[in-house]
C-alpha cells in the first residue's frame, strides 16, 4: 500500500492561490490514479481532481474545473494540486489518495474507489 503525505495547506485570503503537495513514499505504480478529495465542517467528502501515473490524464469535478489544476511529476512521486481564486466555500481539509487503476470508472469520482489515503492538510480561505 502506498504511503501519502500532503502539505502546503494553510489560510489565504479569498482570491489568492495555493499549491498543494501529495508525496508518495512508497511504490506508486504507473498503473495508479492519484486523487485530491475536499472536506469541510459538517459536509461529506467530495471529490476534486485526479490524474494518471502514466498518461496524466486528468479528471475535475464540475465545479472545479477552471481554477484548480492537478498535475503529478513522476521523478519525484508527487502529485500537485494548484488552486487558483480561492473562494471561502474552499475551505476544507484537502485529502491525497490513489486507486490502483488508470481505467476511468464513476468510482475515479468517488472516495470509496480509493484504496490509500493521507492525513490531510488544512486550507482556510478568508474573507
Known amino acids: 500500500q502506498v504511503q501519502l503525505v500532503e502539505s502546503g495547506g494553510g489560510l489565504v485570503q479569498a482570491g489568492g492561490s495555493l499549491r498543494l503537495s501529495c508525496a508518495t513514499s512508497?511504490?506508486?505504480?504507473?498503473?495508479?490514479?492519484m486523487g485530491w478529495f475536499r472536506q469541510a465542517p459538517g459536509k461529506e467528502r467530495e471529490f476534486v481532481a485526479a490524474?494518471?501515473?502514466?498518461?496524466?490524464?486528468?479528471y475535475y469535478a464540475d465545479s472545479k474545473k477552471g481554477r484548480f489544476t492537478i498535475s503529478r511529476d513522476n521523478a519525484k512521486n508527487t502529485v500537485y494540486l494548484q488552486m487558483n481564486g480561492l473562494k471561502p466555500e474552499d475551505t476544507a481539509v484537502y485529502y491525497c489518495?490513489?486507486?490502483?487503476?488508470?481505467?476511468?470508472?464513476?468510482?475515479?469520482?468517488?472516495?470509496?474507489?480509493?484504496?490509500?489515503w493521507g492525513q490531510g492538510t488544512q486550507v482556510t480561505v478568508s474573507s
Open positions: 489518495a490513489a486507486r490502483r487503476t488508470t481505467t476511468w470508472t464513476i468510482a475515479t469520482m468517488s472516495p470509496s474507489g480509493y484504496d490509500s
Open positions: 512508497g511504490r506508486t505504480a504507473s498503473s495508479y490514479t
Open positions: 490524474i494518471t501515473w502514466s498518461g496524466g490524464t486528468t
